[in-house]
């Protein structure tokens, strides 16, 4: 384990501290049982995949991916609006919970260690953080909707660094899933990177992160925790 010990970290949310494609399946489940135009269409596992690529990692945004699944179900008798409505009653209980992440974080608020959350999206963020307990603990959370950046630009870690009274600094580590926008993004600004594999081999030949790892638990002897 590498001796250097990091005085802040940032975290991206969905796939890092929030395992958005466990959530994903468990709503692809509970839409293909509302809706019989769905069920009556389609085999359940074969739903999640298609479900799964309408929402496009995450790209697609709640709006789109409602506007999809209408559009390849013209029978259901619903408007987007009570489409999304009905979604957002799901979307956080979908997330499971990780207590290990929430005792790490705990132990980043007993030690003074400055952290926070910076994550593309809508402020419907909010209901994620919220449902998993990470709202009531997070010294600052970021969304790129609400101040008008999006990852991997710069403006959005410097404003979560701002938030947090720190400047640019390689003391400084970002975790997250994406290689480009999570890794390359916060290494291009000039902080140093965990990336949480999800099983995947990095790839990119121009960047490299500063560690790799499994569960963001792991990062707890290079905060000196």
Known sequence: MPT???????????????DRDAALVTIAHALHAWRPEISADVALDDFVTQFAEMDDHGKAGRDLLMKRVLNK????QLDQAAMLEWLATVYGPAFPHDPRIIEFLTSLNAASIPWGIVTNGSARQHETTQALGLEAICPCII?????????????????????LGLEVSTDVLFVGDDPAVDIEGAQTLGLSTAWVRHQRPWTDPYYEPDHQIDHVTELAPLLGL
């Open 143 to 163: 969304v790129s909707e609400e101040v008008g950046n999006r990852k991997p630009g710069p403006t959005i870690f410097t404003k979560a660094l701002d938030c």
């Open 4 to 18: 250097h010990i990091y005085k802040a970290v940032l975290f991206d949310l969905d796939n890092t501290l929030a």
């Open 73 to 76: 179900w013209p029978a259901i």
